[in-house]
């Protein structure tokens, strides 16, 4: 059995490196015994997005953004919501998760109309939000810590119908104002952490796995792995960023 994985709009949603985030969820399927299928979708693929078990969508710039809408309108979007209402695990970073929202506006007014699959919209500011970060998955997530980096202007707000990923311990997350950050709504997580968040944050790509083996096969359980020198890593940016007391 495979796990089917697409990476949508990696010609232009892959800022940081975001993409090599995938290749820690194949390893740590491989580490278990099971094979991962990945498909590139960039702009202009006439694949059809059904059939997927776990969607990557990567973070980009304002003009990416831009530059993705043509395409996205093109049907892409339908194809979207619908795999997230049939509850297809999507991870989603920073632009991407923008994206899935209603809209992004820019500071100085420019609109991009998104998807709307989540209960989000998303308003540039003048000064930028930078720097390494960290959060805490809600409860019913696991409750355990992510650390990441983010840079973004845009300013997201939830409505009622998403819940926060978590709450931020240090940086801005999703605004700088509320102390949440991210988004999850069925088996969709959106982030502002780019790069390497999987493999600093070993707790998050098992959460992912184990969702879309649940939804594929029943069975969500996952044999553990020795992730000793990945939670030290992890545990050190964490009293890092405690210490410099962002
Ligand atoms: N356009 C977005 C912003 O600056 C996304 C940036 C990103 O993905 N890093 O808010």
């Known amino acids: 059995m495979d796990l089917k994985i697409c990476h949508l709009y990696p010609d232009v949603l892959n800022l940081y ?3 090599g985030n995938i290749r820690c969820l194949t390893q740590r399927l491989r580490w278990r015994g099971i094979g991962a299928e990945v498909t590139k979708m960039p702009i202009g693929s ?3 997005l059904a059939g997927y078990d776990l969607i990557f969508i990567g973070g980009g710039q304002d003009f990416e953004q831009q530059v993705l809408l043509d395409d996205l309108h093109r049907g892409r979007d339908r ?3 619908a795999a997230i209402e049939d509850g297809v695990c999507v991870l989603a970073i920073c632009g991407g998760y923008q994206m899935l929202g209603s809209y992004y506006e820019t ?4 609109r991009c109309d998104f998807i709307g699959a989540l209960d989000l919209y998303t308003v540039g500011a003048r000064e930028r939000m930078i720097g390494n970060y960290m959060y805490k998955v809600s409860d019913t997530l696991g409750g355990f810590t992510v650390v990441g980096f983010e840079n973004h202007s845009g300013k997201t707000r939830l ?3 998403v819940e926060p990923l978590g709450r931020v311990l240090a940086g801005f997350g999703n605004n700088g104002e509320d102390g949440a950050e991210g988004a999850h ?4 997580f959106g982030t ?4 390497p968040l999987l493999p600093k944050n070993p ?3 098992d959460l992912l796995l184990s969702s879309a083996l649940e939804r594929k096969t029943g069975r969500g359980e996952l044999q553990p792995l020795d992730d000793t020198l990945e939670n030290l890593a992890h545990d050190e940016m964490c009293a890092r960023l405690e210490r410099s007391g962002k």
């Open 192 to 195: 502002y952490s780019h790069g």
């Open 185 to 188: 709504y069925k088996n969709v």
């Open 159 to 161: 409505g009622p119908k």
């Open 46 to 48: 006439t694949g059809s």
């Open 107 to 110: 500071h100085d007014g420019q």
């Open 79 to 81: 194809e979207l919501v």
């Open 17 to 19: 490196g975001d993409g």
């Open 203 to 205: 707790a998050f790509a």
